[in-house]
């Protein structure tokens, strides 16, 4: 899938997207639902445990994770088969919160999977089932410097509704490349999600809009955690498999699977 430039471009552009994409989630996730997540293959139901443990003034949560490929679970997009490994630290308020991502390709540190993200959310909540989460954030290409050609901005809006105490759908709608490149980019994410004790699974419908003039694509996936070893309310120790398939597509994208070993830590 590296083979020849176009094929890179268009692997590094579901990074890049991925990566804005990913931030934005798990912003929402991690401050709406309690338990921390894979970065890749979870991002943004994480939020819930935050919002619901608001007795605490300030909590914190820290998820790190190998992954066997590099699947991007926000976007819908495949990358490529390389080994990877991302962290994800999350800081929040009662009403606010703010992340750093950092993700790496364990073969080659020029894919589009090398990047950093970082930003801040606002949490409005309505009534007890819904919430509201916008968040602005900036993403970082990273395969030479620490901002490569490419860094731009995000916005999210991620909306979510507590169908029961097991069963969340949430939907979200990121926008990329906003102010430097302003090459924008529109992808919609559906999202179910059953969560019961230290197990969880996650149904999820992409689309990427055409709104801009950019290839669109529609891809659904699966995406399955179970927590082996448990230290605490926030911490433990996961595995998981998660996979992507693409339905329909302008362009030429393949559908990726992946295994993850990862570690949670909070407060």
Do not use: C
């Amino acid at each position: 899938m590296q083979s020849g430039s176009k094929d890179y471009n268009i692997h590094f552009v579901n990074n890049y997207i991925f990566l804005k994409a990913f931030v934005v989630g798990t912003l929402f996730l991690i401050f709406k639902f309690a338990t921390p997540v894979s970065a890749q293959s979870l991002p943004p139901d994480t939020l819930t445990s935050k919002v619901e443990q608001k007795e605490q003034v300030a909590s914190w949560s820290l998820t790190s994770a190998f992954h066997s490929a590099s699947l991007y679970f926000f976007s819908g997009s495949v990358d490529q088969s390389n080994p990877s490994f991302d962290a994800l630290f999350i800081y929040d308020r009662k009403t606010w919160g703010a992340f750093f991502y950092k993700s790496l390709d364990l073969l080659d540190h020029t894919t589009g999977v090398n990047y950093a993200m970082l930003g801040v959310h606002k949490i409005f909540l309505v009534g007890t089932k819904w919430s509201f989460v916008p968040t602005l954030g900036g993403e970082l290409n990273q395969n030479y410097t620490p901002a490569d050609k490419g860094s731009d901005f995000i916005f999210d809006l991620a909306i979510s509704y507590k169908i029961s105490v097991h069963l969340t759908i949430s939907n979200d709608a990121l926008f990329q490349n906003l102010i430097i490149t302003k090459d924008y980019n529109w992808t919609n994410r559906l999202k179910l999600t059953y969560r019961q004790q230290d197990f969880n699974v996650s149904a999820l419908l992409w689309q990427r809009s055409r709104a801009f003039n950019n290839a669109g694509y529609l891809s659904t996936g699966l995406d399955i955690s179970y927590n082996i070893i448990k230290f605490s309310h926030s911490s433990n120790i996961f595995i998981g498999a998660s996979n992507i398939y693409m339905l329909q597509t302008d362009e030429p994208r393949a559908n990726g699977f992946m295994f993850n070993l990862g570690l949670n830590l909070g407060n």
